[in-house]
Structures are given as C-alpha cells and as structure tokens.
C-alpha cells in the first residue's frame, strides 16, 4: 500500500520534529510514483504543515541519475533552505541521496535526515543505516504465486485482482 507506507514515513518525520519534508519521486507514468506522492500530500494534509508542489522533486529511481540530480538539488539553494527530511521514492535513490549529501558535506540525520523505501540489503550496512520502509515481501509472492496459479487452472479467464500489503517502517540511523 504504497499510500500508506508513504503516509506512515512522513507522519513518523513530522513527529519527530521536520518542518520542511520534500519527497524525491519516481519516474514519471509510474503507478507507484503517483501512489507514494498521494500519500505524501495525505500526509500534508493530516497535519498543521503547509505542502508546496515544490516539496515533490521528480529524481527517478535509478542511482546515478539521482545522485546527480540530488548534487544539482542541494547546490542550487542555500543551507539554511534545505529540506530537513527526504523521503525517497526507492532505496536505490536513497542510497544516492545519502552519497550525494556526504559528497556536499551535509550531515545525515544532524542536517537532513533520508528514508527509503524497500530495504533492499545494502540499506542496512550503508555507512549511514538508510531508515526505510519494508514491504512484506513473502507474502506477496505468495499471494502473487496463489493468483497466478489460480489463473493456470482455472478454465475462466480471471479480472485483475488488487492485494494491498502493509509496510513496516524500519528506523535505523539516517533519520
């Protein structure tokens, strides 16, 4: 639940005290894209906190573009207009994000504190453990495998089905 998991990441960050949220999105046309940006103006919206369209910044997801369009990012303002928290469409890009601001000598959590989404494994042994949010993975293919099977011996053809999965928010040290 892509809503939710973005929802539970800003709120998370609002009760810790940031002001000033941006959210590095996905690539554009991605379901997923637009469905975390959702839950990031949900977010917004649930609390006394002013949301800017400028607080959604189209990074993309891979690392090197992202690391590249994060140095552009933060060289392009002055410290003090910094966000205090990023969250990230993915892992990957939160990686990049984390390698970029070292790269600026921003500090990670004192200055901007980053949150992922995935926690893919190098998120935990990252120089600065990414916070991130986890999907239940099992059970997803397992849902994934009981459909699809379903589908191979059914002789009906079957409509699209939606599962929604809850995510975990796994808090380590870049937050």
Do not use: W
């Not at 921003?106 to 453990?129: H, L, M, T």
């Amino acid at each position: 639940d892509n809503i939710s998991s973005m929802k539970k990441a800003v709120d998370y960050l609002v009760e810790n005290g940031h002001k000033k949220i941006v959210h590095f999105s996905g690539p554009a046309n991605s379901s997923h894209s637009d469905e975390r940006i959702e839950g990031f103006k949900l977010a917004y919206s649930e609390h006394a906190i002013k949301f800017k369209n400028d607080m959604i910044i189209e990074v993309g997801s891979d690392h090197q573009e992202s690391y590249l369009k994060v140095l552009d990012y933060f060289s392009s303002m002055n410290r003090e207009d910094y966000p205090t928290a990023v969250v990230c469409f993915n892992d990957l890009q939160a990686l990049a994000v984390l390698l970029a601001l070292k790269e600026l000598k921003i500090n990670v959590p004192d200055e901007v504190s980053v949150i992922g989404n995935d926690d893919i494994y190098y998120a935990q042994i990252y120089p600065v453990p990414l916070t991130t949010l986890r999907a239940p993975q099992v059970e997803i293919g397992m849902k994934a495998a009981e459909l699809l099977i379903k589908d191979i011996e059914s002789k009906r053809y079957h409509s699209f089905t939606h599962a929604k999965f809850e995510s975990e928010l796994i808090i380590r040290k870049s937050t």
